[in-house]
């Protein structure tokens, strides 16, 4: 069997009007990173769930992505990041929510899969949990950047002065990674900062099984990024499985229904990507860019943000 890989650093109002060649060529170089990273665990015949943390990984510490360093803040100026991963073949999941603290959510996302009997922790028991695992902390100047901050300054601005955002996309981001292993297990993982000026203790979509991550070997594994509580009411991740499974569809057809037609119709910007069973590869969104990548065995990784 061949193995499948696709990445994500989050999708919205990506113009290229608004793109330098430096800004561009550092997302570009930052997805290239990522892709290799998780396909470095892929070509040695390592574990789905093992690239795609070590893709997700990738994004989270790369900054310009909004999640781990580089995630939006609150409303109160703070970080609450939420993290996600599904395990295709035994459909075993983890997944953290609100937590600050850990570099790398998605690695206590893991532990909470691996080394408790919950799908879902929060609160200072996730932390503990990290601690416990040897997962390294950091700081706050370490998540810090300067693009976040100015992001929040003008969303609260604009809140004060009464303004509504015609651009639902612009407040996105979120990383994530889907990959088909040479053994056929597929697996998923998602992170994030969630959405600028969010409310405290406002949990999006990605932690939720189903809504952002889902993973099964019978129909794929999914990832997505957008607006989190439109993923969250129409289960975008697990009814693009349902869809496969009970309609026959081909990954490509039903990852395209539900982004286009359950997701864009209903205020929900965005888009996934998705790798089923057989290692085809999907990418859909319903905005102006989507930062994301790909790898197949034996092909040359393709990079895209337009
Ligand atoms: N889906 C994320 C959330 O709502 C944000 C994003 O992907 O842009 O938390």
């Known amino acids: 069997m061949t193995y499948s890989l696709a990445i994500h650093g989050g999708a919205g109002t990506i113009l290229k009007s608004n793109m330098t060649p430096e800004k561009e060529a550092a997302y570009h170089a930052g997805l290239a990173r990522a892709v ?14 093992d690239a795609v943390v070590a893709a997700v990984c990738a994004l989270e510490d790369e900054p310009l992505f909004n ?36 570099r790398n959510p998605v690695k206590l996302a893991r532990a909470v899969m691996e080394r408790t009997e919950h799908v879902t922790l929060i609160g200072p028991n996730a932390l503990i949990l ?12 370490y998540f810090f950047t300067q693009s976040r901050w100015d992001a929040l300054q003008e969303t609260l601005g604009m809140r004060e002065r009464g303004e509504v955002s ?16 040479i053994h056929g297990n ?21 932690p939720m099984i189903g809504a952002g991550t889902f993973a099964d070997n019978q129909t794929c594994a999914v990832s997505g990024t957008g607006h989190g509580e439109v993923f969250i009411r129409w289960t975008a991740a697990s009814e693009i499985a349902a869809r496969m499974r009970h309609r026959g569809e081909t990954l490509e057809q039903a990852a395209e229904y539900v982004v286009i037609n359950d997701l864009g119709n209903n205020d929900g910007s965005g888009g996934i990507i998705a790798v089923d069973c057989d290692g085809n590869i999907t ?18 990784p393709e990079i895209k943000i337009y």
């Open 36 to 49: 290799e990273a998780g396909e470095a665990v892929l070509r040695e015949g390592g574990s789905a769930m």
């Open 67 to 102: 999640a781990g360093r580089g995630a939006v803040f609150t409303s109160e100026g703070k970080h609450e990041m939420d993290a996600a991963v599904m395990d295709g073949s035994s459909r075993r999941a983890g997944s953290v929510a609100g937590v600050f603290g850990p």
């Open 130 to 141: 990290a601690k416990d695992t040897g997962l390294p902390f950091a700081d706050t100047d």
């Open 166 to 181: 015609d651009d639902p996309a612009r407040r996105h981001g979120t990383v994530g990674a889907v990959a088909r292993d």
């Open 186 to 206: 597929l697996a998923a993982a998602t992170s994030t900062g969630g959405m600028t000026a969010k409310a405290p203790g406002r949990v999006g979509d990605t």
């Open 283 to 300: 990418m859909p969104f319903n905005c102006e860019g989507m930062y994301r990548g790909s790898v197949r065995d034996g092909s040359t």
